[in-house]
Nanobody, 124 residues
């Protein structure tokens, strides 16, 4: 069974930093693309850190480019999202998502698997 278990998040003041973690299990880590999306209730989800091809080339959403960084620890089957210079408009529920490596370009638009979601709230 594929599982994505998230941790981290919470409340932070504008300008602060947070790190989200996502521990993956139930699949071979290298066979899947993993990334992050976020969603504000009532709106479509937005790609935060996505993959564009099966080579693992990654891109970031325009709203977070230069402030957020994706990283992974393959030995721990865990990925991270380091979020710096946070702004109130970054407030959302953040989801770790995964899809088969052959469908990497669809990771953020149509992910196959979702983590449980983590609330990030940035106060002004």
């Amino acid at each position: 069974e594929v599982q994505l278990v998230q941790s981290g998040g919470g409340l932070v003041q504008a300008g602060g930093s947070l790190r989200l973690s996502c521990a993956a299990s139930g699949f071979t880590f290298d066979d899947y693309a993993i990334g992050w999306i976020r969603q504000v209730p009532g709106k479509e989800h937005e790609g935060v850190s996505c993959t564009k091809d099966s080579d693992g080339n990654r891109y970031y959403g325009d709203a977070v480019k230069g402030r957020f960084t994706f990283s992974s620890d393959n030995a721990k089957n865990t990925v991270y999202l380091e979020m710096n210079s946070l702004k109130p408009e970054d407030t959302a529920i953040y989801y770790c998502v995964a899809t088969g490596i052959d469908y990497s370009r669809y990771l953020c638009s149509h992910p196959d698997y979702w983590g449980q979601g983590t609330q990030v709230t940035v106060s002004s």
